[in-house]
């Protein structure tokens, strides 16, 4: 069974550094999200992308954040200058636009990010 | 706006035992409700959902789900647990207007299953 896949699965990074976290959707699914998970506290919304454009961000995404899919396969969040509070796990997240599944969404195992 | 609360951090069962899982939502529109669980070390892999149409949804490794629209609900059932549904699981809610909008997930309920 298709899987969305993230790497890597732990990044430790100091702070003001810049981190790229990778993802694989699932082939053939064109909607993309990144949410993320502080230790502790609940699964949080932070970008959808699709057609090569943001549909939708919440108030985390501020200017340090960014979303790209630099290639028929990967997406992936760039935090331009991490800071302590971006400590968290990052989940991508992808969706079909079309067919049975079309409101589901599927996730991938995460990256735990560290910022030191 | 939306929301979703899971009352209990933990639920314990034994094995064989029925399991529940509590979830209350809050959504303006029509509610697109899921179910996702989390293995450790592992994503949040989607166990059912319910969209429309009957209020009993049947998921993934024997769980099921009962849509009630008046208490808000959406708990998550299985008649007799077993020791590997131990796992961190979460309600998860969408505006049923927004094709493809974001979820909102509760704080997750960690389910224990003694032997």
């Known amino acids: 069974e298709p899987e969305v896949t993230q790497t890597p699965s732990h990044q430790v990074t100091q702070m003001g550094q810049e981190v790229i976290l990778r993802c694989v959707p699932i082939s053939n699914h064109l909607y993309f999200y990144w949410y993320r998970q502080i230790l502790g506290q609940k699964v949080e919304f932070l970008v959808s992308f699709y057609n090569n454009e943001i549909s939708e961000k919440s108030e985390i995404f501020d200017d340090q954040f960014s979303v790209e899919r630099p290639d028929g396969s990967n997406f992936t969040l760039k935090i331009r200058s991490t800071k302590l509070e971006d400590s968290a796990m990052y989940f991508c997240?992808?969706?079909?636009?079309?067919?049975?599944?079309?409101?589901?969404?599927?996730f991938g195992p995460g990256t735990r990010l560290t910022v030191l | 706006a939306q929301s979703v609360a899971q009352p209990e951090d933990q639920v314990n069962v034994a094995e064989g035992n029925p399991l529940t899982v509590k979830c209350t939502y809050s959504v303006s529109g029509n509610p697109y409700l899921f179910w996702y669980v989390q293995y450790p070390n592992r994503g949040l892999q989607f166990l059912l959902k319910?969209?429309?149409?009957?209020?009993l949804v049947k998921g993934s490794y024997g769980f099921e789900a009962e849509f009630n629209k008046s208490q808000t609900s959406f708990h998550l059932k299985k008649p007799s647990a077993l020791v590997s549904d131990s796992a961190l699981y979460f309600c998860a809610v969408r505006d049923g207007t927004d094709s493809w909008g974001k979820l909102q997930f509760g704080a997750g309920t960690q389910v224990v299953v003694t032997p």
């Open positions: 997240a992808s969706s079909p636009t079309s067919g049975a599944s079309t409101d589901t969404q599927y």
């Open positions: 319910y969209i429309t149409g009957d209020n």
